[in-house]
């Protein structure tokens, strides 16, 4: 059994004075709504922005300070909406502005925030640019807003250079000009429907200022910046002489990824951001080889937050993640930026799943492994993260403990990676599949109308319904967690730990009156009773001035 304090999640006073507070982001947690998968108001199958704003009082009751909404913009959907077309208007499959409006509204009413994606390094092979760069045809300006590049060989039928897409195959796709004839290639490094922005050009950069005083003006509170990484590519784009690029990935700067030019952008964006009151942030997905380069994106004039993606990809062991969480202290202090800790997002595969399997299988995997150990695990490694110094991120479902849907048929998979070779796994709609809200119904109360991709039988079970005061549900869990978090002065905040004696395979540091305790162990350890247990993944025992922690469990202590 779980221990849990008797805290009041639904504080509305605590949640209004964190709403109204300055550097809020420091210590925030911040929930990620995927909207196709979130709620459906209209019964269509595909989740919207009405449907997100009917459940903001659950998210204001869970504790967090702020949404992260994954796109809604006018789009083909080639890539769940990362392929923009228009970047002012929001796709009809989600509803309309005034429902984007409507939903800002009632999100700062209820004390939220309102972090909004946005996609600077391609557009949608549907934008208006781009369109008329291809109808055009050769000589047309609009092309230079993109990489468009003659081929190589005699009759320049082979790509630019040798770049490869990360969704696989090559990273250019040659166009049919207007005559009928073959002509340029355009750069994408993503799928063929996501051509790249060419950032050197005036336009590019005028455009998307005006963009984000577009979604200032409406009131968000944020973006987060998709490829944040990627918008700068090396001068004259050159080869990379080699193949399996992906591998590669995260290793080494790449010509095309983590390129020095990128901070300019960021300078000039941070000026705009703070023409706006309301202490704003820019908040990055920065894939980069080390985290000491992640810092480079949160200099004081540039972003507030990057995601920690080394942190993402640390498997459940004591010993490698005392390493990243020190490292990534280290890296941020400097820069005075606060670190982020994240388990889970839409690209990769649940932390519940992840952790059910072997260390060393990445963060992508497709076996469903041992499902009550990965639960066990991930509540452990949750309560972990939420102590830790900086702001932290949860997925949508993660307070659920769902795990990934591992087994969806080949003819559901909308993934575009699952269509081309030599890429990303393609496994990402297993982290997408529609959230349960009920025990029964049509897609368990996700919406009337079924659900845009099949949940399993045993969704009903996880729900929120079914786990609504449950003593020991993963869903009370956090909710007992994020209030404690909010309650004691020893959360949130700060730059640093003070890390404590332990036995092998336990981590354990202290924040001032407060101290956390992870046994990533399969085995109970005997630890000191630190004082009065706040919050715990499991059931701890604890007798004198002893405790016994179980195998795969966090302990939150308070020594006053």
């Not at 209004?16 to 982001?25: F, K």
């Not at 004839?181 to 429907?193: D, Q, S």
């Not at 200099?299 to 937050?305: A, I, T």
Request: hydrophobic share 40%.
């Amino acid at each position: 059994m779980s221990q849990h304090s008797s805290a009041d999640p639904a504080d509305n006073s605590a949640l209004a004075t964190v709403a109204s507070r300055r550097d809020w982001w420091r210590d925030a947690v911040i929930y990620q709504v995927y909207p196709r998968s979130f709620a459906d108001s209209n019964g269509d199958g595909m989740g919207d922005l009405e449907g997100v704003r009917s459940r903001l009082p659950y998210l204001r009751d869970l504790g967090i300070d702020a949404v992260w909404l994954s796109p809604f913009y006018a789009s083909p959907q080639a890539d769940a909406g990362y392929d923009v077309a228009d970047y002012r208007a929001v796709d009809p499959m989600f509803g309309s502005l005034l429902d984007a409006d409507a939903l800002i509204r009632d999100a700062h009413d209820l004390g939220l925030r309102i972090i909004v994606d946005l996609v600077p390094n391609h557009s949608s092979d549907r934008h208006e640019w781009f369109r008329r760069a291809v109808a055009e045809g050769p000589g047309s300006p609009l092309r230079d807003r993109y990489h468009f590049r003659e081929g190589k060989g005699a009759a320049g039928e082979l790509p630019p250079n040798d770049w490869e897409s990360i969704f696989g195959g090559p990273a250019w796709t040659r166009v049919t000009e207007p005559d009928g004839t073959p002509g340029a290639w355009y750069l994408h490094l993503f799928a063929p429907e996501q051509p790249d922005f060419n950032w050197d050009h005036p336009a590019v950069g005028d455009e998307f200022r005006s963009v984000l005083r577009f979604w200032l003006d409406m009131g968000v509170d944020g973006f987060r910046i998709d490829v944040a990484h990627g918008l700068v590519k090396a001068d004259g784009l050159p080869d990379l002489g080699s193949h399996e690029q992906l591998k590669l990935l995260g290793n080494d700067v790449m010509p095309f990824f983590d390129q020095d030019g990128v901070h300019a952008i960021y300078r000039e964006w941070r000026l705009v951001l703070d023409e706006y009151a309301g202490d704003r942030i820019f908040v990055a997905e920065a894939w980069t080889p080390t985290i000491e380069r992640t810092a480079n994106y949160v200099r004081p004039d540039e972003l507030h937050q990057a995601f920690n993606f080394q942190y993402l990809g640390t498997d459940w062991d004591a010993a490698e993640l005392k390493v990243v969480i020190d490292r990534t202290l280290d890296a941020m202090r400097p820069v005075n930026a606060p670190a982020t800790w994240v388990l889970s997002n839409h690209d990769v595969t649940r932390h519940a799943t992840r952790f059910a399997n072997e260390p060393g299988l990445g963060t992508q995997i497709r076996l469903a492994g041992d499902r009550e150990l990965g639960l066990r695990r991930a509540r452990a490694a949750s309560l972990l993260m939420l102590a830790l110094p900086g702001s932290a991120y949860v997925y949508q479902g993660e307070e659920l403990g769902l795990p990934d849907v591992v087994d969806l048929p080949d003819e559901v998979r909308q993934d575009p990676a699952y269509f081309r070779g030599a890429g990303q796994d393609g496994f990402r709609d297993g982290c997408r599949v529609p959230i349960p809200w009920t025990r029964a119904g049509s897609s368990y109360g996700f919406g009337a109308g079924g659900s845009w991709l099949p949940q399993p039988s045993e969704w009903g079970d996880l729900s929120i319904e079914a786990q609504t005061g449950a003593a020991d549900s993963t869903l009370e869990l956090y909710r007992t967690a994020l209030s404690v978090r909010r309650e004691e002065p020893g959360l949130g905040a700060g730059d640093s730990v003070e890390w404590l004696k332990a036995p092998a395979g336990v981590l354990a540091f202290r924040r001032g009156d407060f101290v956390c305790v992870a046994n990533t162990t399969g085995e109970a350890v005997t630890i000191p009773a630190y004082g009065r247990v706040l919050v715990a993944s499991g059931e701890v025992t604890v007798a004198e001035s002893e405790a016994k922690l179980p195998g795969d469990t966090t302990v939150w202590w308070t020594t006053v």
